[in-house]
T-cell receptor, first 109, second 113 residues
Framework: KNEVEQSPQNLTAQEGEFITINCSYS?????LHWLQQHPGGGIVSLFM???GKKKHGRLIATINIQEKHSSLHITASHPRDSAVYIC???????????FGEGTQLTVNP | DGGITQSPKYLFRKEGQNVTLSCEQN?????MYWYRQDPGQGLRLIYY???????QKGDIAEGYSVSREKKESFPLTVTSAQKNPTAFYLC????????????FGPGTRLTVT
């Protein structure tokens, strides 16, 4: 079992829909990251969370430390949101990141 | 503009040849990382360095080597001992802090035939 599990693996939505991507982890963490990877391959950091909730534009990330679970929400989705979204955790015991397999999101016009 | 550059974007090599992937950053970060990405798998750590002239093996270091002679540069050599080198390689950097963000380069897609 992977230490970081994402669901769903693939998600197709219509423009304007509300999107939720989930991330569960099995280790103690000091921080959780949400990353976005576009088709060209480059990765951009969206959020870094250690508790609560963060919002940036149409993106919202939440984390529940007790349940070892985080969600990434996209409101009013747009085709340009189509990308792979990756969850990564930094364990409390170290400085390295452990990555989920990613969720491929496709938003159709 | 501050950032991380990786070159080239696409690289083709024949089996049995060593190949070096470039990673340069001008963010003044002490820590640098090399990851490998394969279809359907999460990023896996190959090597990382937290200071010049020092580096540590990650989870899949076999068949790879690195050097860190300058703060700005962390080249990765894929040797002929790497049994399955075709993959997408990503370099990242960060400050040395437990909760620091990592900044990623654009990646190099290596194909070995």
């Amino acid at each position: 079992k992977n230490e970081v599990e994402q669901s769903p693996q693939n998600l197709t939505a219509q423009e304007g829909e509300f999107i939720t991507i989930n991330c569960s982890y099995s280790v103690g963490i000091s921080a959780l990251h949400w990353l976005q990877q576009h088709p060209g391959g480059g990765i951009v950091s969206l959020f870094m969370l250690s508790s609560g909730k963060k919002k940036h534009g149409r993106l919202i990330a939440t984390i529940n430390i007790q349940e070892k679970h985080s969600s990434l929400h996209i409101t009013a989705s747009h085709p340009r949101d189509s990308a792979v979204y990756i969850c990564a955790v930094r364990e409390t015991s170290g400085s390295r990141l452990t990555f989920g397999e990613g969720t491929q999101l496709t938003v159709n016009p | 503009d501050g950032g991380i550059t990786q070159s080239p974007k696409y690289l083709f090599r024949k089996e049995g040849q060593n190949v070096t992937l470039s990673c340069e950053q001008n963010l003044n970060h002490d820590a640098m990382y090399w990851y490998r990405q394969d279809p359907g798998q999460g990023l896996r750590l190959i090597y990382y360095s937290q200071i010049v002239n020092d580096f540590q093996k990650g989870d899949i270091a076999e068949g790879y080597s690195v050097s860190r002679e300058k703060k700005e540069s962390f080249p990765l050599t894929v040797t002929s001992a790497q049994k399955n080198p075709t993959a997408f390689y990503l370099c990242a950097s960060s400050i040395v802090h437990r909760e620091s963000e990592q900044y990623f380069g654009p990646g190099t897609r290596l194909t070995v035939t």
